[in-house]
């Protein structure tokens, strides 16, 4: 199996870029998102360690905003027991593909968890910042001081860059991103 990380900006287009292979793609966010909805566990140890914040279950998005906008030390909290399960889902996610040829890891926080290994194949979406910024102020929920949170726990750009096996420049056009992708198949496959 060949494993290949998508890396690259918060709102870079890492998903679209993902769904675009055509394999099976883990999608941390929406694992995230999940874990808010589903898991009563999660909740409790949210509940038990930031009871201030977090009262309702499901989780709703806004009192994550507000716990990690309030204290410094509160993302990192989040961060190590969201981070656990959904590194659980992964290795679960894995296995259930373990026989496709290759599958897709769509993981904001990919290298910074230590979750890829020597042999993955590592592609870097590359965007332009003012078009990346103009998506994201788009969204329902978009909030510049939750971003730069977000951004000051992710390692350089340029590193991740430089990890990376392939770069694809992500106009937000499919046409581009396809003739990319199958660039990138026809090399490692």
Request: positive net charge; aromatic residues 10%; hydrophobic residues 40%.
């Amino acid at each position: 199996m060949i494993k290949i990380g998508i890396l690259g900006d918060i709102g870079s287009g890492k998903s679209f870029v993902a769904n675009s292979f055509g394999y099976p793609v883990f999608n941390a966010d929406l694992e995230v998102s999940q874990l808010y909805r589903k898991n009563k566990k999660i909740f409790k140890k949210l509940k038990k360690i930031l009871p201030k914040y977090f009262h309702t279950f499901p989780i709703d998005k806004s009192e994550v905003s507000k716990a990690i906008l309030a204290n410094k030390s509160n993302l990192n909290k989040i961060v190590k027991i969201v981070h656990l399960e959904v590194r659980k889902k992964m290795k679960l996610f894995l296995s259930k593909n373990k026989n496709k040829r290759i599958v897709i890891l769509d993981v904001p926080l990919l290298l910074e968890n230590n979750l890829s290994n020597k042999k993955d194949v590592l592609v870097f979406i590359q965007s332009d910042k003012k078009e990346i910024l103009k998506i994201l102020k788009k969204r329902d929920n978009f909030n510049y001081k939750l971003f730069n949170k977000f951004k000051k726990i992710q390692l350089p750009l340029n590193y991740k860059k430089k990890k990376s096996h392939y770069i694809i420049k992500n106009n937000f056009t499919k046409k581009s991103v396809i003739k990319n992708i199958k660039t990138i198949l026809k090399n490692i496959l």
